[in-house]
C-alpha cells in the first residue's frame, strides 16, 4: 500500500523550531523529486520546499532561510527543518512528490505558531 505520513507538527512560539518527517511505504522516494506543501484555512495548497532525486533544493521566498529540507533514501524518508518560525507559518503540512501525486496525499500534519 502506498502511503505517506507526515509527522512532527505541533504549537510552538513565534521564532521557534519544528522538525517535521515524512515516511514513505510502498514505494521508493529515491525515484522521485519530492516536496513539502502546506495549506491554510481558506487558502490554497502551495509548494514551500523542495528536493530534487541529486538533492537540489529549492524554497518558496516566504520560507527561504528558515527551512530546510532534506531526504534520508536509506530511511526512505524526508525532513523539513523549520526555524524562526512565524504566525503566518500556520498550516498543515503534507509532503507528496513534484509534482504531487494525488493517491500519495496523506493526513498532513497541523503547525501552529502563536504565543
Known amino acids: 500500500q502506498v502511503q505517506l505520513v507526515e509527522s512532527g507538527g505541533g504549537l510552538v512560539q513565534p521564532g521557534g523550531s519544528l522538525r517535521l518527517s515524512c515516511a514513505a511505504s510502498?514505494?521508493?522516494?529515491?525515484?522521485?523529486?519530492i516536496g513539502w506543501f502546506r495549506q491554510a484555512p481558506g487558502k490554497e495548497r502551495d509548494l514551500v520546499a523542495r528536493i530534487s532525486t541529486s538533492s537540489v533544493t529549492n524554497y518558496a521566498d516566504s520560507v527561504k532561510g528558515r527551512f530546510s529540507i532534506s531526504r534520508d533514501n536509506v530511511k526512505n524518508t524526508m525532513y523539513l527543518q523549520m526555524n524562526v518560525l512565524k504566525p503566518e507559518d500556520t498550516a498543515f503540512y503534507y509532503c507528496?512528490?513534484?509534482?504531487?501525486?494525488?493517491?500519495?496525499w496523506g493526513q498532513g500534519t497541523q503547525v501552529t505558531v502563536s504565543s
Open positions: 510502498g514505494f521508493t522516494l529515491d525515484y522521485y523529486h
Open positions: 507528496n512528490t513534484v509534482p504531487p501525486i494525488g493517491v500519495f
